[in-house]
């Protein structure tokens, strides 16, 4: 694994835009980018054959969760297959592997002990070791795997937040220790929950340790909106710049504005997941570089929603495609009444059609982000985009 920093904002922003090698054969994607959440290793309704119709390479980079393969074929089979990549049909992939996910897979502070971490699954709740873990690792054969860590909610005390940075530190020893390639395409897991002591004292030791990169977890377990800011910087502060910083759980437009701010450059979200579950496509404008700013002034252009409720009675006679600038396989092919139709008689189809238009719009996002960084406009960007989302909230609630 290679990664390297391209732009690096100006004017003490820590925005950066970089690129990840992967492999002999040179896969590389862009940064900041998303990793596309899976269910035993695809996304819950894009399947092998519909991965080839997102962009690419954006779409290239999948977070595998291997908890999910605890019950499933044996983990011999796996490694007699290939590993993931060829048992997926996926050889040109970038796999990412983690522990846990917002899906199928929580993380169950309460529950973990010093012999393993344990996490909420549709099987029960299960006790995960270092050594059972590296097993998996061992067998599903990912490009990048993340240790196994102690993640704890934000409301937890001082002392088992020291609790989980000592046992994570610990585990993350084992873990390379058990590894083949000695922490060579690892990524070393930050915790510590609400606590900047901690979390700075976990990432200075994390990058002592030999991993090619770094997890930043325990988000999205409860911290609050004010106090995330502090401890992202608190922890890539911390952090050596030639590697890269990944951050699990944040999602929205806003929580991954307010990371790349920081300087994360990959984010873990089922955010697209929960989207299509409910219904939802993704509508806001992700052209805001070129259209709201000319020769680095803002326009007046009005506010946007983020997304529609296409389960809502007010679509059921719209012809309109979902999105008018969009070019994915939905809105080029699709209605918003007819997608209408699909989610109120329970047709499968209807989140087959929002996922690829959910992930493709998504990805389009991460794209203008980027794009927005290297011509030294991001914290404009950012200000644009979060003030264009409180003006429309602000003329909802009215």
């Not at 409301?155 to 590894?179: F, H, P, Q």
Request: hydrophobic content about 40%.
């Amino acid at each position: 694994m290679r990664f390297a920093v391209t732009k690096v904002c100006g004017g003490g922003g820590k925005a950066r835009a970089g690129a990840l090698h992967i492999g002999g054969g040179g896969i590389g994607v862009e940064t900041p980018a998303l990793l596309l959440s899976t269910r035993k290793g695809l996304p819950a309704f894009v399947s092998c054959d519909l991965l080839d119709s997102l962009p690419l390479p954006d779409s290239l980079l999948l977070h595998v969760c291997p908890t999910h393969f605890i019950e499933g074929p044996p983990l011999q089979t796996i490694s007699n297959i290939g590993g993931l990549h060829r048992m997926l049909g996926l050889p040109g992939h970038i796999l990412v592997a983690a522990a846990s996910d917002s899906i199928e897979s929580l993380p169950s502070s309460e529950a973990t002990n010093k012999f393993g971490a344990s996490f909420e699954t549709p099987s029960g709740r299960r006790l995960v070791k270092p050594s059972d873990y590296m097993e998996l690792i061992s067998c599903m054969k990912p490009n990048i795997w993340a240790s196994l860590a102690d993640e704890v909610p934000a409301w937890v005390t001082e002392k088992r937040n020291k609790i989980s940075v000592d046992r994570t530190l610990r585990w993350l020893d084992t873990c390379i220790a058990l590894d083949a390639a000695s922490g060579r395409n690892s990524f070393g897991v930050i915790v510590g929950g609400s606590s900047v002591e901690q979390r700075r004292l976990c990432a200075t030791e994390v990058s002592k340790r030999n991993v090619s990169g770094f997890w930043i977890g325990g988000f999205g377990l409860g911290e609050s909106i004010e106090g995330r800011c502090s401890l992202l910087n608190a922890v890539t502060d911390c952090l050596p710049p030639e590697k890269p910083r990944l951050v699990s759980r944040l999602g929205l437009p806003e929580e991954v504005l307010e990371g790349v701010a920081a300087g994360i450059d990959l984010f873990d979200s089922t955010y697209i997941y929960q989207l299509t579950m409910g219904g939802f496509a993704l509508i806001f404008p992700v052209d805001m570089v070129e259209r709201d700013m000319q020769n680095g002034v803002p326009t007046n252009s009005g506010g946007d929603s983020t997304k529609i409720n296409l389960r809502a009675t007010t679509y059921r006679k719209d012809t309109s495609r979902l999105f008018d600038s969009c070019t994915c396989f939905t809105c080029q092919n699709h209605t918003r009444a007819y997608l209408n139709h699909l989610l109120n008689v329970h047709e499968m189809l209807a989140q087959i059609l929002l996922e690829i238009h959910n992930t493709h719009h998504y990805l389009r996002f991460f794209g203008s982000i980027r794009e927005a960084i290297k011509v030294g406009e991001f914290d404009l960007f950012r200000q644009q985009f979060v003030k264009k989302r409180r003006a429309h909230t602000a003329t909802a609630v009215h």
